[in-house]
């Protein structure tokens, strides 16, 4: 099978606007701004279910995306949870009104989370799903950067960008391109990529 391009379903325009830097020249990005609701459990099986019901959603092959943030301090917490949805599938839900770590939190609220912790490590997770239509078993590329959780420093456009820092920066410090040749996102789009190169 030869894939012209890909439908990524995201709601999120930065991680759109970040793919399409990091794959453009390889792949054209479609994009539908679906709602996919979003179950609890590892990120691979909120990832795998996410793709899953894309693909049924828009009757075809969909790409899914998934950020994680894990403190080490909190072996692994938020991770997945930064942002929870409500769900459909009758798992219980953190919340029933779409409040995330980071909105209830803000950027401080996580600092002093780790303020009584010696690690403040941290590792930024992005997990891509590939399905390719309805019923079929989806395919996961994950990257991860490691990073440690800060002060916030530079522009506030993006999430958690101005709290995580990887070698002496933090994402929101970083130019776009650099962010792009370092970030969990990259990472996981570069095995994308290769997997692409095989279809
Ligand atoms: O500072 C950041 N730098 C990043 O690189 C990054 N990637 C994701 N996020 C945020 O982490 C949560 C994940 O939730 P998430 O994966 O479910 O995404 P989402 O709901 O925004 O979009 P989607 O589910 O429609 O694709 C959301 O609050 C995203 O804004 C990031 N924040
Ligand atoms: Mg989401």
Redesign the pocket.
Known sequence: MSLKKLNF????Q??LA?VRAILGSVIEVDNQ?V??P?IQGTIEDIAKE?ARRAAEAINGPAL??????EFHALKGLPG?Y??V?PTSLGAVTLTQTSK?F?DTLGHEGLNKILDSFDDRGAE?V?TFAFCRGPGEEPILFQGRTKGAIVRPRGPTN?????I?EHEGKT??EMEKEE?NRV???YKALVKLQQWLGHQ
């Open positions: 379903i995201t709601g999120n930065n991680k970040e701004a709602d996919v979003e996410k899914t995306e998934d950020t994680a943030l997945p930064m942002y949805r995330s980071l930024a992005c993006f999430g958690w960008d101005p995580f994402y929101a962010k970030s969990h996102r």
